[in-house]
């Protein structure tokens, strides 16, 4: 399975931005979606999970500004980000499961001018 995410990019405070992760290969029975991020200097952390019925589990600092869905058909997931702040600037990849196994894309920028 390979993941290809985009939409990153420069963004000012405020704003708002569209992630999307593509997965393909042997991509069918994929379980959960996932996005995390990881600051410069910081640990990789959580931002939200959807799992394949829809479900969605978001960090608390996310709750309200970020939108995780996905297209089953398309194998893809999306992040949908408003209000977005400075401590936002991050690598954002995106994570699923398929089968019991991990699977990582390689990130996606956003930077956030104040």
């Known amino acids: 399975v390979q993941l290809q995410a985009s939409g990153g990019g420069l963004v000012q405070a405020g704003g708002s931005l569209r992630l999307s992760c593509a997965a393909s290969?042997?991509?069918?029975?994929?379980?959960?979606m996932a996005w995390c991020r990881q600051a410069p200097g910081k640990q990789r952390e959580l931002v939200a999970t959807?799992?394949?019925?829809?479900?969605?589990n978001y960090a608390d600092s996310m709750k309200g500004r970020f939108v995780i869905s996905r297209d089953n058909a398309k194998n893809t997931v999306y992040l949908q980000m408003i209000n977005i702040k400075p401590e936002d600037t991050a690598v954002y990849y995106c994570?699923?499961?398929?089968?019991?196994?991990?699977?990582w894309g390689q990130g996606t920028l956003v930077t956030v001018s104040s």
């Open positions: 994570y699923l499961t398929r089968l019991g196994a991990g699977y």
């Open positions: 290969g042997t991509a069918f029975s994929i379980n959960v």
């Open positions: 959807i799992d394949r019925g829809g479900n969605t």
